[in-house]
């Protein structure tokens, strides 16, 4: 039986640490609250973040990482990116040397422009074959109900990418394997920035026409920039692409979708911060897209008209009105 560590217990590693343990691993998830881990040990479940869903019973939970990280072959890593150095740094000694590190976080690192996958191999020194993403059209509470989902693990070792899979599927979460990280991890982060403009969209009162103009060109823009950083085109096309961002700008129980919703009826972005009570990845991670697009010579304006309003550079009517108001051209895919 494969030993699996998730750190942490909030509602997508608890998720993750679930489809794990349901396809048949040994499961320790990191919870730093003492009420959520006794909570998960002894009435199986998190009513913190899934309330109503019966957690299995291989599933056990610690509030020491040390702890939950001993012996584990895969060390599945679910917090927001902009904590991922410094928590990390304090986790890396307990990583077992031939651990394989998942990381299921969709963001970009503000400060530095890196990638979920390069802060691990720079703050642990654990080679990119060893380090792997989870990313596709995963909406937590969905497939903690059991509802059928899939994604896409990516890894420059096929073999570890294989390895992952067979200890995540089950008969209601399907593991892809790839080796584009670059272009998943891509695929990830800007969804969020996307999905937040399809919100404002929403809370303006806008319709399936706009939704579908931002999600068109917000892929567009996302293609852009992959290529320009060497990612796969065909990448964004699959399930950490265009299946990513078509859900996380559809559902209501999307967390960028649902701030951005919170911006676009009047909400400051604190007030949307504390109605939306879980991290939004695409709030912090937006100008840190822009900058990246920046670097390599590539156009967002979808990213920087919410990078502006995020910023209060921007009202959310004038947001709108940017986009529209932008020189005609030819529309060519990834233009």
């Given at each position: 039986m494969v030993r699996v560590a998730v750190l942490s217990a909030?509602?997508?590693?608890?998720?993750?640490?679930?489809?794990f343990a349901d396809a048949g691993s040994d499961v320790m998830i990191h919870a730093r609250r003492p009420e959520v881990a006794d909570a998960i040990n002894q009435r199986h479940e998190n009513p913190s973040y899934l309330p109503d869903v019966t957690l299995p019973d291989r599933l056990r939970a610690t509030t020491s990482a040390a702890e939950a990280l001993e012996g584990a072959a895969h060390v599945v890593l679910s917090i927001p990116s902009q904590t991922l150095r410094t928590n990390l740094t304090a986790w890396a000694p307990h990583i077992g040397g031939d651990a394989v590190v998942v990381s299921l976080m969709k963001g970009i690192e503000t400060h530095s422009g890196l990638r979920m996958t390069q802060v691990i191999h720079e703050v642990t020194g654990i080679p990119a074959e060893r380090i792997a993403i989870l990313s596709g059209p995963n909406l937590a509470r969905e497939i903690a109900a059991q509802q059928p989902a899939a994604?896409?693990?990516?890894?420059?070792?096929?073999?570890?990418?294989?390895?992952?899979?067979?200890?995540?599927?089950?008969?209601?979460?399907?593991?892809?394997?790839?080796?584009?990280?670059?272009?998943?991890?891509?695929?990830?982060?800007?969804?969020?920035?996307?999905?937040?403009?399809?919100?404002l969209a929403a809370g303006l009162g806008l319709g399936d026409n706009a939704r579908a103009l931002l999600i068109t060109r917000g892929l567009a823009e996302t293609s852009r920039l992959g290529a320009a950083m060497g990612a796969d085109p065909l990448t964004f096309s699959g399930l950490a692409g265009a299946g990513d961002l078509i859900a996380t700008c559809s559902s209501p129980l999307s967390r960028n979708r649902t701030f951005g919703e919170h911006l676009g009826r009047g909400l400051s972005v604190e007030e949307a911060t504390v109605a939306t009570k879980q991290t939004a990845e695409g709030v912090k991670s937006c100008r840190a897209v822009l900058d990246l697009a920046a670097a390599h010579g590539v156009e967002m304006p979808i990213t920087e008209v919410v990078s502006a309003v995020i910023a209060g550079t921007v009202s959310v009517p004038d947001a709108a009105a940017a986009l529209m108001s932008r020189t005609p051209k030819p529309e060519r895919y990834g233009v």
């Open positions: 909030g509602s997508w590693g608890t998720t993750m640490a679930k489809v994604a896409v693990i990516a890894c420059p070792d096929e073999t570890a990418a294989a390895s992952v899979q067979k200890t995540c599927h089950t008969h209601y979460f399907r593991p892809y394997t790839g080796t584009d990280v670059t272009g998943c991890e891509l695929g990830g982060a800007v969804k969020n920035v996307i999905a937040l403009a399809v919100g």
